[in-house]
């Protein structure tokens, strides 16, 4: 075991048996052999003790090279024969997604569709569309100002309480916060306008919003809504109650009606509540809108000058009005669903329904 030809035979003989590991238990098991305390490798390196000093040194040079050598061979079919498991593990579980349950002779396989949220909100945008409204969009996930300062809400208003709003773990605490309506994209909006001298504005909003409610028949703590901003000159309370009235025939039809009672929003004034005819009991009054006839679809009101200075507009000689509303609730009750958890529980009885 002194010459290098003796070295270079335990290497091609290691190699050999390296090639021919075909498992991860074969590897260890090669491994052990060719490189283990009772390999030929290692009896070499005891050998090196009878030898003198110069001897001694060449051939542990060699020896060295040859471990090396060794170890690379041995790591790397590791892995690959790991790659090849892994490889037969994934084809052995994969699932053939071509294949499908037939139904009846005549019929095709079923196809899937719209969620009904997304159904509903593409009626609605068609409704706003047709009334000269355009569509605009904004971030799910907003900063205090844009979903409360700009909108005239103080820090101590309720609607910043920890009951009401989702913030985030991001820069400063209560300084970010996924949006709890979709008036932040007002706000967007008119800035632009401002900036860009766009001016009038007649715009729908829709999107997902966020509040911790306790779901229940007529609420989810993960909604959608559509908001309607008009700026212009010469706009009234009466241009409002005309648009939700029209809005509400186009959509629901022409015996469902709308009605409008005093309410207060920070970022309205005057501000109203609007309710429509209950779809479910047309009036007579159910489970659903509580025995009154009427449930309440959203809120509305002009823009309060407040606003209109925060964004840089001339509340002198600007006005507006805005309205909101859920998207969920819209499909309610144009659907008579009584309860409207049933959006969200994936019940495939009820979402073929739609």
């Not at 919003?209 to 703590?221: M, Q």
Request: proline share 5%.
């Amino acid at each position: 075991m002194s010459s290098a030809l003796d070295i270079d035979g335990l290497v091609k003989d290691a190699e050999a048996s390296i090639s021919a590991a075909r498992t991860t238990e074969d590897i260890r098991q090669v491994a052990t052999e060719v490189g283990g305390k009772r390999s030929p490798l290692a009896e070499a390196h005891r050998a090196l003790g009878a030898l003198d000093p110069g001897a001694r040194k060449e051939l542990g040079r060699l020896l060295y090279e040859a471990r090396t050598t060794i170890d690379a061979l041995v790591e790397r079919r590791r892995t690959e024969i790991r790659f090849a498991e892994m490889q037969a593990t994934m084809e052995s579980d994969r699932i053939d997604l071509s294949e499908f349950i037939p139904g009846t002779v005549k019929s095709s396989p079923t196809r899937g569709h719209l969620h009904l949220v997304s159904q509903t909100r593409d009626a609605l945008e068609d409704v706003f569309v047709g009334m000269g409204f355009e569509v605009a969009e904004g971030p799910d996930i907003e900063t205090d100002w844009f979903n409360f300062g700009a909108l005239n809400i103080p820090p101590a208003h309720p609607a910043r309480g920890m009951w009401d709003t989702f913030y985030l773990n991001l820069g400063a605490p209560e300084s970010t916060l996924l949006r709890t309506h979709t008036s932040p994209v007002q706000i967007h909006l008119m800035e632009a306008a401002v900036v860009n001298g766009d001016l009038p504005i007649h715009a729908v909003m829709p999107g997902r919003c966020y509040r911790r409610d306790t779901p229940d028949a007529r609420h989810l703590p993960v909604f959608h809504q559509i908001e309607g901003l008009v700026v212009d000159k010469g706009i009234t309370f009466a241009d409002l109650a005309g648009t939700i009235e029209v809005f509400t025939a186009a959509y629901f039809g022409s015996d469902i009606h709308s009605r409008l009672r005093p309410a207060y929003f920070p970022f309205t004034e005057p501000s109203a509540e609007f309710e429509v005819t209950c779809t479910i009991c047309h009036g007579e009054g159910c489970r659903t809108c509580s025995q009154t006839g009427w449930i309440e679809l959203g809120g509305c009101g002009m823009v309060d000058p407040a606003v209109f200075d925060a964004v840089g507009i001339d509340p002198d000689q600007w006005t507006g009005f805005a309205f909101g509303f859920g998207i969920d609730r819209c499909a309610q009750m144009r659907h008579q669903i009584a309860d409207m958890r049933a959006l969200n529980e994936n019940d495939i009885r009820f979402l073929r329904q739609f």
